[in-house]
């Protein structure tokens, strides 16, 4: 079964897709990266819906939701207020919630609000706090060529991210830390998937590149509230992640309940570098909690 529908949230109409074969386990619930990105290079995560419902959807200014002009909803607050509104639409008293990238950081947000109902929380490369991921990507930086060094530093200085040079050099980045399948994705899928993007929420929220936060999400960092989630939680990231396999470590070790694993072969994209690994990862963890 296939349902998808919009609901009205505080700004506007969100876009989700429930995804489930009849199954009457907890429901899993899809937070994805951005902030401004959409739920479409996650869609592989339906294949859970063997064992439960999946539900994803677009936060709301990007992918299939509403976009709407007022740029005073671009807040975590609120951000996190549209996912307790979203389970309200939906009847979901009971949920697991699997967030990557930013999608943690608003997972882990809600999380800190104390909501009922929520059985695990998954931290697929996670933003816990974003000095340290500034911090990380610094390091990581060091690790390019040092031309790709000195490009990166020179048009974030001048304010030239737009430029030409800047996208030459984040590729060659993004390579290494993003994901690492040689092989072009279809053409196509990347085409749409950029299509659901909306840059001025990232800008406003995290900044003009990954390098340095400049946004409104600077001085977040969750590190000193982590013992406060008490739900089994699983955090995971890729050898190569932006989201550094040490960060993510020193996230897991806060947490009560902290497991961790790491994708060997992936950097941020474990998802779909490593589809059948990841798959099989999140669906036990879940299924052992189900079966407690």
């Not at 401004?36 to 995560?45: A, M, T, V």
Request: proline share 5%.
């Amino acid at each position: 079964m296939h349902v998808e529908g919009y609901i009205e949230v505080t700004g506007g109409r969100v876009w989700y897709q429930i995804f489930n074969k009849n199954s009457v386990a907890t429901p899993v619930i899809i937070l994805h990266g951005g902030p401004g990105s959409s739920s479409y290079s996650l869609e592989g995560l339906q294949a859970l819906e063997a064992e439960r419902p999946v539900i994803l959807y677009d936060q709301l200014g990007c992918g299939r939701s509403d976009r709407p002009k007022d740029t005073s909803l671009w807040q975590l607050d609120r951000f996190v207020e549209e996912l307790a509104q979203i389970r309200d639409a939906l009847h979901l008293e009971e949920i697991h919630i699997l967030g990557h990238s930013w999608g943690t950081t608003l997972a882990a947000a809600y999380c800190l609000t104390k909501p009922k109902g929520v059985k695990s929380v998954i931290f697929s490369s996670p933003c816990l706090s974003a000095p340290l991921w500034e911090q990380d990507q610094k390091e990581n930086l060091k690790t390019l060529p040092k031309e790709i060094q000195e490009t990166i530093k020179h048009c974030e200085e001048t304010g030239m991210t737009d430029s030409e040079e800047f996208k030459a050099a984040i590729k060659e980045f993004n390579k290494r830390f993003v994901c690492r399948v040689e092989k072009d994705p279809d053409p196509e899928w990347l085409q749409k998937g950029a299509g659901y993007r909306n840059p001025e929420i990232y800008n406003i929220m995290w900044g003009p590149s990954e390098f340095s936060v400049k946004g409104n999400l600077r001085f977040f960092d969750c590190t000193a509230r982590l013992n406060e989630i008490n739900c089994p939680t699983l955090f995971t990231c890729g050898r190569y992640d932006e989201a550094t396999p040490e960060s993510t470590e020193y996230f897991s070790r806060l947490v009560p309940n902290g497991k961790l694993h790491v994708y060997e072969n992936s950097a941020h994209m474990a998802y779909f570098e490593e589809n059948d690994e990841y798959l099989q990862v999140v669906g036990d963890f879940l299924k052992a909690i189900d079966s407690y």
